[in-house]
């Protein structure tokens, strides 16, 4: 049968709980409406790196880490331990533009005469295919050999992470494609940037909120806090 994911949905759905989601989008857009308004631009502008916005998504992914590997360490849980690894990963890739960089190099070096202007964003998506293909490889384990709660979780955290990487990967892969393209839509460009910073901000928090209620559900010594 199909396991019950949906036991981590149901505690999502507190309304308490909900709560926490709440606080972390709010924060999320108080950062859109800093980009738009507050100068200086390199301390506010969400798209940029070392941004307080970008410092938030990165406390986001360490703290989601931090979680799991705590419950980890005490319950010997490999899903939560393999999830701790895929968002210190995430924090890491993030911080230090590890998929831009690589992307790059696998661009210059392989695809530069057969995609031209593309070839950066060429490199970037194969990198993260790689990538994808490792975590979910670590994800199919986990799902195999894992109890009812370890499939909750990873349903769950996969959902949220998948549209984490649609938006920071894929979109801007469709932005670059529209770039190269030259079109000239300016609307659309705009929606493809509110989309694209907007949908990695909130999935990072609902990653961010679903370790939260899942720690405080089921952590050894944790439950009732």
């Not at 994800?139 to 984490?164: K, P, Q």
Request: charged share 20%; proline share 2%.
């Amino acid at each position: 049968m199909f396991p019950r994911p949906y036991d981590l949905l149901g505690r999502l759905r507190d309304g308490e709980r909900v709560q926490v989601f709440l606080v972390l989008i709010s924060v999320d857009l108080v950062f859109v409406l800093l980009t738009v308004l507050a100068e200086p631009r390199w301390l506010f502008d969400m798209t940029r790196d070392n941004s307080l916005a970008e410092w938030f998504q990165y406390g986001k992914a360490v703290a989601i880490a931090w979680l799991l590997v705590n419950v980890a360490r005490r319950s010997w849980s490999r899903a939560y331990l393999v999830w701790s690894c895929t968002f210190v990963y995430v924090a890491a890739d993030d911080a230090f533009r590890i998929h831009e960089s690589v992307g790059g190099v696998i661009g210059d070096r392989w695809l530069l005469n057969s995609m031209g202007d593309l070839a950066y964003s060429y490199g970037q998506l194969l990198y993260a295919l790689a990538i994808g293909v490792i975590i979910l490889g670590a994800i199919t384990w986990v799902w195999l050999r894992g109890e009812a709660r370890d499939r909750s979780l990873t349903v769950v955290m996969a959902a949220f992470l998948g549209a984490f990487v649609a938006c920071a990967v894929g979109l801007d892969f469709v932005a670059s494609w529209l770039r190269a393209a030259e079109y000239e839509i300016g609307f659309l460009n705009v929606m493809l940037w509110v989309v694209e910073e907007l949908g990695e901000h909130f999935a990072l928090s609902a990653c961010t909120w679903a370790a939260v209620v899942e720690v405080r559900s089921k952590a050894p010594g944790l439950e009732g806090t």
